[in-house]
């Protein structure tokens, strides 16, 4: 029961996608891409990708791996299949951002880099949503919390077939009138699709039962979750199959997001109001490190909902675009998934060590692989540099952004040697570090999963 309860691969996607913020981290601190270069720049699609696909795609990715049989209370359906997929999407990621230096004369010109690129991130996604989907399928009805992941591997589908698009369009190919149309006017469509759905949507999904699981609060399943499920839902569909249509007859896609804008809006204030409840009942009086920076992460997405909805309002939001994506991107998905990935890595590690010696020999607490008033130093620089960083891009500071960013790579950098500290039981008591019967964790992979 242990080893099914294990992702195997799990640990690698996590170890690639910090190395992907690091290392975008790394070009923002040395100014390249936005805001030193525009915004649809081939410099800064470099950087949006390694965050996106890089970081967070892979982030969500392998905790899905994990935590969707959880979800379910189903085994996955294979342990096989996410190493191909991390290769594919890795290396078709790899071949992307080749061809985007080749845009920006970086790399000489190759027009079948984006064709490379294309095929291998779909063969890695398709993998991901092959395996995630037959998982739920073996748990239909889904739960509420399964529900939200469902909708999210469909935005993700949605995300990679615009990718798609203009992908292939950079390589001169599709290049019927209604591709093209859909190149000039989807990209919001593509965004919204990405962080809204693939990663805020399943996000929150997600957030409902790990947040009850870790502060001992009552499981989410109520009228107010529904409804955030439904509205959230009808805002993705009105985005992705509005805006499509909106573009197959010539229309603009204006009108599509602002009815699309109301439903999310909605969607998120009914959020908010769980994720409370669960803050208000739960039984562990004194919450851990996770949970308390989940909440910060949370108010980051607070904020950057009610700055949108003022710049909309007031006609600015074009000239703070970067601004409110790089919060969203920075303080609420990667802020949460920094939160969340300390406790996760903490959790998986136990499990896999001294699960199979439980109640045969003494043994750590979860608690006990980790220290956190030294990681919680790190989590409040690493929010602080972002609260600074994005300042300084609505004050259009780019060399005190660069600043930031290099503060926002420390903290980063600090919270992964907490990770591996905890991976490799640094923390743990000697006494009861290995008891007979268990072994040293892998940095990359687990040993128990089926």
């Given at each position: 029961m242990i080893g099914a309860t294990l992702s195997r691969w799990t640990l690698s996607y996590f170890a690639c996608a910090i190395a992907f913020l690091l290392g975008a981290e790394a070009l923002m601190a040395l100014g390249f891409g936005y805001p030193g270069a525009a915004q649809r720049s081939p410099e800064t699609l470099v950087l949006v990708h390694c965050v996106a696909i890089g970081w967070l795609s892979l982030l969500m990715c392998g905790a899905l791996f994990q935590f969707v049989p959880v979800l379910v209370a189903k085994p996955i359906h294979s342990n096989a299949l996410p190493l191909p997929a991390l290769l594919s999407i890795v290396a078709g990621l790899v071949a992307l951002i080749a061809g985007f230096l080749q845009l920006a004369g970086d790399l000489p010109p190759n027009s079948t880099t984006f064709v490379v690129a294309s095929a291998l991130l779909g063969i890695g996604f398709v993998l991901v949503l092959w395996n995630l989907g037959r998982t739920l399928a073996t748990a239909w009805p889904l739960n509420i919390s399964a529900r939200f992941v469902a909708v999210g591997l469909a935005s993700v589908a949605a995300t990679v077939t615009f990718g798609i698009v203009f992908t292939l369009g950079f390589a001169g190919l599709a290049q019927t009138p209604?591709?093209?149309?859909?190149?000039?006017?989807?990209?919001?469509?593509?965004?919204?699709?990405?962080?809204?759905?693939?990663?805020?949507?399943?996000?929150?999904?997600?957030?409902?039962?790990?947040?009850?699981?870790f502060m001992l609060s009552p499981e989410l399943d109520g009228a107010s979750t529904r409804w955030t499920f439904h509205l959230g839902t009808l805002a993705l569909a009105v985005v992705v199959v509005g805006g499509v249509v909106a573009i197959a007859f010539g229309g603009g896609v204006d009108a599509v997001l602002a009815i699309a804008g109301v439903a999310g809006l909605a969607s998120l204030a009914l959020y908010a109001r769980d994720v409370l409840h669960l803050y208000r009942k739960r039984v562990r009086p004194?919450?851990?490190?996770?949970?308390?920076?989940?909440?910060?992460?949370?108010?980051?997405?607070?904020?950057?909902?009610?700055l949108t909805v003022a710049c909309a309002a007031l006609g600015l939001l074009d000239r703070f675009a970067g601004a409110?994506?790089?919060?969203?991107?920075?303080?609420w998905l990667s802020g949460l998934g920094?939160?969340?990935?300390?406790?996760?890595?903490?959790?998986?590690?136990?499990?896999?060590?001294?699960?199979?010696?439980?109640?045969?020999?003494?043994?750590?607490?979860?608690?006990?692989?980790?220290?956190?008033?030294?990681?919680?130093?790190?989590?409040?620089?690493?929010?602080?540099?972002?609260?600074?960083?994005?300042?300084?891009?609505?004050?259009?500071?780019?060399?005190?952004?660069?600043?930031?960013?290099a503060v926002l790579w420390i903290a980063t950098a600090a919270i992964a040697v907490e990770l591996v500290r905890t991976r490799r039981l640094v923390n743990v008591n000697a006494a009861l570090r290995l008891p007979t019967g268990a072994r040293q964790p892998r940095l990359l992979f687990t040993f128990v999963a089926s």
């Open positions: 209604f591709l093209i149309d859909l190149r000039a006017h989807g990209l919001p469509l593509h965004i919204i699709a990405g962080l809204g759905g693939w990663l805020t949507f399943t996000a929150i999904g997600v957030s409902h039962r790990l947040l009850a699981m004194v919450i851990e490190l996770n949970s308390r920076m989940a909440a910060v992460a949370l108010e980051h997405l607070a904020a950057a909902v009610l409110l994506v790089f919060l969203v991107g920075f303080g920094l939160a969340k990935l300390y406790k996760i890595v903490a959790f998986v590690t136990w499990l896999e060590c001294y699960g199979p010696v439980l109640g045969k020999t003494p043994t750590p607490r979860v608690q006990d692989l980790v220290v956190e008033p030294r990681a919680r130093k790190w989590f409040w620089l690493y929010f602080a540099a972002v609260d600074v960083a994005t300042l300084c891009l609505v004050a259009e500071l780019p060399l005190a952004f660069r600043a930031a960013a």
